[in-house]
């Protein structure tokens, strides 16, 4: 059985990752490419690395060329998929990269990203605990699925067990975040020169501005926390692909190290992409280049009275392109590991 | 139809991505991996990146444990698998990835290397072009295969087919390599610590010096060449794989552009793993990061009366450890792109 | 006035950057060099970048050898430098690079370090507020200073302002720094390779075991906190330089911004290295690149109720050897600044 | 004495080496920084790296702000410095660290540039071997400065000792360059993306089109070259400065390497600021970053019949900000030397 697809943003890091992604997988089929200012160019040309899709050539990005297609990925800037959609069947399944279909509360779209509110499509994190159960229950059959903000499903996947089971206070949660560019996609701006990166640590979206803390916050409700607060800082580093998310939390008082590690492990103990790590083992990134897995390693501070999570994930893989297909597996009822890769490239 | 499959040095980075590919190829199945002062460990805390193979646990480098399977992979130091091999089955596909068995002539080890001389196997870069073919054919059905040396079989792809058409002059050929660190394994030596690579282009082995050079001439002497000479200076920077050589040669008086381009295209228009690109592109090593593709990009620069070629190679994937699959599939009368990627890892 | 210099350990990254900025101090002469395995080398070919020092030569670490100078620093590895000081003369002014004389507490000596204990000298971070003024009165005339560690005064001069000031709380802050392999020195280990840390994001020291961990709680109690608390986090990141330290404090309830911003400003604002950027602005790690230069961005989480500070640091420069020459200026009566740099080597 | 400054396009990557140099330097003092998108800005929001410089406001370039300093630096986009000169007074020193007065050829700048010619200025590369001397000679008194190519230069540095001493043949040499992408300014380019350029090496302008090129022969003329033919090809590697040249050339028939080296070292003996590396050594890129410093390693390769030459250099230091500080001492009659280090910042 093979599904038609559609990618649109083909051009972009997301779009050229989906690619990958999907030239890899057994059940689906990229019959068209779609772009705006490459629209017209060949793809190899544009994403040089895709050779086994040389054959394609980008076209516009409109609903007629996404049209009867069995699945559309979008991969396209935030606030331009909303608009598009509405004009796609709704037996087709459509998956969005991007932000638009992301946040249930207006409130907090209108406060992070503004502009039109489009609604929220089935949050796109399988492995995400939520009450009686995870987060895949919901994709099952979905055809509107909004894959994760990369930063967000990470911290997301790394605090969710620990609230959940009750051991960590889901207030004053810390995260800071070392991140590659590329989540910053081709956009041309200063800050994301090679120059200004590289040999260089730099910090944005300082101070509880950064747009993915209230998906982190949602995520965090459905674990089952009321009113979740996270310190959130994103660091950008010389590296091109990658989060390493340091995430921490208060121990609710008298719990053991051993119910914290539990917590976690019981949680994941059957998951294909997402791993906890042994005691002192913690991941790094290059572990997870390029692969389908987000890593998690566990401490307990007791003399701070902190759990501390460090989590690994490629940010255009597990955090983008990979959970994306995840989805897609689970909502046409393929085995959910179709097509996507555990191992990293690493070195 | 699946084959056992034992990997010798399995704790090293050539180790590690054979794994890597093996992993995801449908017809291998491995069963041992080995190492030397690692065994005993678990795999997956000597390569975390593998999470396929947690099975697994390193055991001992020796002909017992190497013994039983159809196929063996040896990642060892250079002058480690001579010994070793003389024990293992003549019916055993035995490929070795080190240099130990890929001269053709004594005085060269003697002169290059030292030490004992283990004679020669059959050399693995399938797509060489060699007198009547190419080394294609000298592999099927072969049961010693050494797989070639990354920047060796590197600048041989990207000068052997002007030499076979006879539009270059084989002496006198300039290559200069940008190469990340990762070719020299996990030796623990000054020069490979990140704080001397990072931010840092560092030229190694000047003068002709490198051990590749006497296995690039018999390549081109392949080829035709009767005695190619070139000077080949390797530079490393920082990038953890890859290579981008960019070798010169000067042209035949009265070849005309075409005819140069020609015989690269000719030469390689029906390979799936090297590729000529198009006039005025040249190729990145992201473009083949974790990819078995050779990308070559070709210029004619006739005010100076060379022809430039460009060529991206990982070095530990088409560089080794794919070809080193390439050439089992060939060996074993697989299909010779099974279970080898043709995509790189972008951005 | 020339102050004769000695600098033992001067074939390390700690010892060749005292002898970068020491080859432009105008009153310091540096007559002797000092090292271990590398003794008997000209510094040039240990230390290829500084070039103005090409006609010194590396003689052993002795007593002897350093005997005779106005000024010793010292750049060894931990647990090297107290037994050798004992016996330099009192009036030699010795400046230690390393953790043997930092802490006060000899039971956090044990539980951190372990080994002979040597006691503690003055502690080199001239700006670090304390009771009554700043650690600057107590390096005035002192002869046995201990320059800093280098994540430990970035985290220090980071929350030192807002806990003697009482607008943050003093226990439950969390520092998780992004920095460069650089602070490990020249250490052969698989961890410190450039194949290991390009590309990637690598965590260490997780869970409160950091040795720098005591040597903050030390600065903050100077600051006025009965029983400061912290979770640490380093992450390796691929930049061979540089601190960025992101920490983060709970907001003393009732206090408003304004006067978390005063907190900083006020305790710097007459400081030549010491820098509180503008409402809104965040340093990088490049802008401090080679300089002896501390720069702090700040913010209020009202949402989580924390104070964020981003701190940028040259490990190499102000966060060691920069900082031991600052001491050694105020120590010998010289103007603080003298050959100290501002500027940053960027891009 | 002080010489008052002015530096034009003060905002990007030139100019701020310009202005972290002059920062040190004891004889000039910056008055004046000009811009164009950011006039009006402070000058410390948008080099945050000049914190002693923190004073001084971007002002637009034009004219009448660049009049009235003794000494006017331009680091402007090719084209931009030719109309703007001609209004500067005839007693001012004019340094160009762009094109716009490099090229004594018409031609040449019209098949490499295009657009208005505005005619050479003295070319500021101090130690070029020139006929009868060096170029320094040409330096002292000068109003119109040329800062030279940073690649072009290097080049030149690498190969005119061979030439003027009749030991290498002045065609058919070819140079390979790993290049920083600081060299490409602050252009929002795609290229110049940090996710383009992080882990990969990137090859551009192959066969024979840069616009180096026509510089480097007309300063291989100077050195006796009559038709000087180079094949030159840069390639970007991940660091944000820094450029290792590696340039090799034919040895004359009968030249020992005996003589080879006496040609370099004599060339070079006397200068501060370009090094001959001993026999067997050869510099990297991290030895000279941030200093104004040339060094040059040198091998024969006798197999190959050709000298190989390997030259560090900092692109934006001894490549353009350090080399046309350097030509103003000379041209006001300074010491040569006044304001530049030798030393680099490594690691």
Redesign the interface.
């Known amino acids: 059985m093979s599904f038609s697809v559609a990618v649109a943003g083909a051009s972009g890091?997301a779009g050229?990752e989906l690619l990958?992604l999907l030239?890899?997988h057994p059940d689906f089929e990229v019959r068209t490419v779609t772009a705006h200012s490459n629209a017209g160019q060949r793809l190899i040309?544009v994403?040089?690395?895709?050779?086994?899709?040389a054959h394609l050539t980008l076209v516009d990005t409109t609903p007629e060329t996404l049209a009867g297609h069995d699945v559309v990925f979008l991969a396209l800037p935030h606030g331009a998929s909303g608009a598009l959609t509405a004009h796609l069947p709704a037996d087709t399944l459509v998956v969005d990269c991007g932000a638009d279909h992301r946040l249930e509360s207006e409130t907090d779209w209108a406060a992070f990203y503004g502009g039109d509110y489009f609604g929220a499509w089935t949050y796109g994190v399988p492995e995400l605990p939520v009450a009686g159960g995870t987060q895949r229950a919901r994709l099952a059959g979905s055809r509107r699925i909004a894959a994760p903000g990369c930063n967000a499903s990470t911290v997301a996947l790394a605090l969710a067990p620990g609230i959940r089971a009750g051991v960590i206070e889901p207030d004053?949660l810390?995260a800071?975040l070392?991140v590659?560019?590329?989540g910053?996609g081709?956009s041309?701006?200063?800050p994301?020169?090679?120059?200004?990166?590289?040999?260089?640590?730099?910090?944005?979206a300082?101070?509880?501005v950064h747009r993915h803390i209230p998906e982190i916050q949602q995520s965090l409700r459905w674990a089952g926390a009321a009113h979740p607060?996270?310190?959130f800082?994103p660091?950008i580093?010389?590296?091109?692909?990658?989060i390493?998310c340091?995430a921490?939390a208060?121990l609710v008082p008298g719990t053991s190290a051993a119910a914290v590690r539990a917590a976690w492990e019981q949680t994941y103990s059957d998951e294909p992409f997402v791993?906890v790590l042994p005691e002192g083992?913690?991941?790094?990134?290059?572990?997870?280049?390029?692969?389908n897995?987000a890593?998690i390693?566990l401490?307990?501070?007791?003399?701070?009275?902190?759990v501390?999570t460090?989590t690994?994930v490629d940010n255009l893989t597990k955090g983008t392109a990979g959970a994306a297909i995840q989805c897609a597996n689970l909502a046409l009822g393929l085995p959910e590991t179709t097509g996507l890769?555990?191992?990293?490239?690493?070195?």
């Open positions: 890091y050229g990958r030239a890899g040309d994403q040089p690395h895709l050779r086994s899709l004053d810390v800071v070392a590659g560019p590329s910053a081709k041309l701006k200063l994301n020169l090679a120059s200004e990166i590289l040999g260089s640590a730099n910090p944005y300082v101070g509880g607060t996270i310190s800082t660091v580093v010389p590296m091109s692909r990658g390493l340091t921490t208060r791993h083992r913690f991941p790094r990134t290059a572990d997870v280049l390029g692969a897995t890593l390693g401490a307990v501070d007791e003399a701070v009275g902190r501390v460090i690994a890769c555990t191992n990293g490239v690493a070195p």
